[in-house]
């Protein structure tokens, strides 16, 4: 269901002199906000999308850089590092973001570090290893400017070793990353969630997400959400049980290569559907491990 167009209720908007102006020239500023933004050349001077872009990171110096390089059409980027002992930090501000330092951190936590010194009513969450397109932009910009709902999800389009994932897990996975200020990160420490959500649109365009370098990449990943999804576990009092280890990660592989249509993905469904499977089987054997 692609998101709304019609405006909210309008208000009277205030510019900087004071002076109060009519409903239809406020509707008239926020679309020429928009339009300006599409149509600048170069040379031009860009109306910036009041909208914050909020960007955990540790050691992400290898990607930092070309995920601030896609948003230049915002306002205002707000790096939130968890401790990097690479080059992230200078990166991210020769790149043009202001810089929290967090300390080590979980990723929920530092989202909502960013939300708290965001400069603008609308927060877009970002990892660093996604992408804002063009397309997606625009859209950003113009559901900022007439919102209908109090949050909006996005498909992501996964690639794995330059391939997009069209089936499975990876093919259909939403995320909810673009609310308003007030809203804060919670749940799972692997992925943390916006809370009190009542009412989430959906947004059209696609935001790219490349999560892996290559495949020791891809593993190294897999121990690390699997180390602290156990943790997480252990601190709820749960134990590993044989059914977790033995039959769970069986289930989730058939479950991805068949059910959901991975084999149509040829060798690459085979990787995604197993990779999954052993990220769960890490999981509950660290778990078992703890205990």
């Avoid at 906000?33 to 914050?52: C, D, F, M, N, Q």
């Avoid at 930090?89 to 979980?106: E, Y």
């Avoid at 927060?123 to 397309?135: H, K, S, T, W």
């Avoid at 996005?154 to 330059?162: P, S």
Wanted: aromatic share 8%.
């Amino acid at each position: 269901m692609p998101c709304s167009r019609r405006g909210p209720a309008a208000q009277p908007a205030i510019l900087s002199g004071g002076s109060t102006v009519s409903t239809a020239w406020s509707s008239a500023l926020k679309l020429f906000i928009v339009k300006r933004w599409s149509v600048a050349g170069p040379g031009e001077e860009r109306v910036l999308a009041p909208i914050t872009i909020v960007i955990p990171t540790r050691n992400e110096a290898d990607q930092i850089a070309a995920c601030i390089g896609h948003l230049d059409w915002t306002a205002d980027i707000v790096v939130v590092d968890g401790g990097s002992t690479d080059d992230t930090v200078a990166l991210a501000r020769a790149a043009g973001a202001r810089v929290v330092t967090d300390g080590p951190r979980g990723i929920g936590e530092q989202r909502n570090s960013g939300i708290a010194v965001a400069r603008h009513g609308w927060v877009f969450a970002l990892d660093a290893d996604e992408r804002i397109g063009p397309a997606l932009a625009k859209e950003l910009i113009t559901v900022s400017a007439h919102a209908t709902h109090e949050a909006y999800r996005v498909k992501r389009r996964n690639a794995f070793h330059g391939r997009v994932v069209r089936r499975g897990h990876w093919g259909n996975d939403w995320v909810v990353r673009f609310a308003r200020r007030e809203f804060r990160y919670g749940g799972s420490p692997v992925h943390p969630g916006l809370q009190g959500l009542r009412d989430v649109g959906t947004l059209t365009e696609q935001l790219d997400h490349t999560p892996y370098r290559d495949l020791s990449h891809h593993v190294e990943k897999l121990v690390a959400y699997a180390q602290t999804s156990a943790r997480a576990l252990a601190a709820r009092g749960r134990r590993a049980r044989w059914s977790d280890i033995a039959l769970r990660p069986a289930a989730h592989f058939w479950r991805e290569y068949l059910l959901r249509g991975g084999f149509l993905d040829g060798r690459m469904g085979v990787i995604q559907a197993a990779m999954g499977a052993i990220g769960g089987f890490l999981k509950y054997a660290f778990l078992w491990e703890q205990e």
